[in-house]
């Protein structure tokens, strides 16, 4: 509720101030302000300060499948193991999200499809992506290699942070490039869950 209240001062109060109150139009202050709050909430696709994405990005060279080696753990992936990313091409130029992992406390696999979508430009590593209808989260590439075999992906905040590979393991050198860098940042790279591929 804190959060609403937030976003209620932050964009709805400056509104009222550049339109004079009127007492015959109630609803049309309620729903304006329903109506801020509602994209903030579903446009939250920003990047941590200080982090930039990749630029250039070769959109079709990070198309494919990634294994999971770490990630700030968060409860849709709570409990998994052997979590892959899949990235596909659509017809209609956005990205297919073909999530997958193993959760080993129910010992059954779980599978998320969604879509991703360039924020800016295409040449630019900063997507917003979509697992529930018209609610995208941002996914940022902060680091990648030149031959598109490692990638260090950082969420909206310092909550969400993923280390990619390829393969299922990752060189020492590489791992201690990415932790550096997340921890320029501000990420507690203690607090990182290592996938298990296996």
Do not use: H
């Amino acid at each position: 509720m804190n959060s609403l209240n937030k976003l209620y001062d932050k964009n709805f109060v400056p509104c009222l101030k550049n339109l004079k109150m009127n007492k015959r139009y109630p609803i049309l202050f309620l729903a304006l302000g329903v109506g801020v709050i509602a994209i903030n909430l579903i446009s939250c696709v920003s990047i941590p300060k200080g982090a930039t994405a990749v630029k250039p990005f070769k959109k079709d060279k990070y198309l494919g499948k990634w294994y999971e080696i770490a990630r700030m753990d968060f409860k849709f992936e709570k409990d998994l193991n052997n979590v892959t990313a899949t990235y596909s091409l659509k017809n209609d130029g956005s990205i297919k999200v073909d999530n997958r992992g193993y959760n080993y406390v129910k010992k059954e696999w779980k599978q998320s499809i969604g879509k991703a979508k360039f924020v800016n430009e295409s040449n630019e590593g900063r997507l917003k992506v979509s697992f529930f209808g018209p609610f995208y989260a941002g996914y940022n590439v902060i680091e990648i290699d030149t031959d598109y075999q490692y990638a260090l992906i950082a969420g909206n905040t310092l909550k969400y942070l993923w280390i990619l590979s390829r393969n299922k393991s990752i060189p020492e050198n590489i791992k201690q490039q990415y932790l550096k860098k997340a921890e320029s940042l501000g990420y507690d790279t203690a607090a990182l869950v290592w996938t298990k591929q296996d």
